[in-house]
């Protein structure tokens, strides 16, 4: 289907995937690099991501299209950020304004974020859980979604060379459930650099994306 009715964050776009590859194949138009890419995998559904996020960027910039610099979708000749997740059988985009930092996630709900929770959790992300008035299951995979939302957005920006760790690096402070906002410090060579992340928590997937730095 087009542009899902569900709506998020003026930034971000979702794409419900319903189509086969035959009919993903003739929605957008794809450059040659593009058309490489997408026929580069052989899992029909990583075709069909591909094809969804390209024909979802173009029903909101019908022109655009995407290059990879360092593994990162940049946008070709436009002066926006872009960044693409996908789960299942959804794709979905942030866009905003060229050099404002972009990152959004969406994860599907299930017990794995549970059973390694202290792998990506800081102990003071453990003690917001039980402060907090989210069940454990949507807890764990809304930070989950939090970091991965927040790594892309700092992965461009950050200083140091190693890979950034989730467990120290990225930590959550706080959740206002109601306003549906989160804040959270990103943790550099002793620097912290203070942001909000904005989150939907639906019946089978949450989905967090960066919006400021505070």
């Known amino acids: 289907m087009p542009l899902s009715n569900l ?3 003026p930034t971000v776009y979702l794409w419900e ?12 138009k794809l450059t040659e690099d593009e058309t ?4 580069s995998f052989r899992k029909e559904n990583r075709k069909k991501e591909i094809l969804a996020s390209r024909a979802l960027l173009q029903s909101i910039i019908p022109d655009a299209h995407i290059h990879y610099s360092n593994k990162n979708p940049q946008l070709t000749g436009k002066e926006k950020e872009i960044s693409i997740t996908h789960s299942d059988n959804k794709v979905m985009i942030q866009l905003v304004p060229k050099d404002k930092l972009c990152g959004v996630d969406l994860q599907e ?5 549970i059973r390694v929770k202290t792998k ?3 102990p003071s992300e453990i003690s917001l859980m039980d402060e907090c008035e989210l069940d454990t299951l949507s807890f764990c995979n809304l930070l989950w979604s939090a970091k991965e939302a927040a790594f892309k957005a700092f992965a461009s920006v950050c ?7 989730f467990k120290t690096q990225l930590i959550l402070t706080d959740i206002l459930v109601d306003q549906n906002k989160m804040s959270g410090q990103f943790i550099e060579k002793n620097k912290r650099t203070s942001f909000e992340l ?3 928590i639906q019946s089978d997937f949450v989905v967090t994306w960066f919006d400021r730095l505070s």
Do not use: C
Not at 22 to 28: A, C, D, K, S
Not at 36 to 39: G, L, S, T
Not at 109 to 113: E, H, Q, R, W
């Open 109 to 113: 709900i299930t017990d794995k974020a």
């Open 120 to 122: 990506f959790l800081h």
């Open 36 to 39: 490489n890419i997408v026929m």
């Open 17 to 28: 995937i319903t189509e086969s590859l035959e009919e993903l194949l003739n929605i957008p």
């Open 159 to 165: 200083e140091q060379e190693e890979v950034i760790e």
């Open 198 to 200: 904005g989150f939907s």
């Open 7 to 9: 709506s998020f964050h």
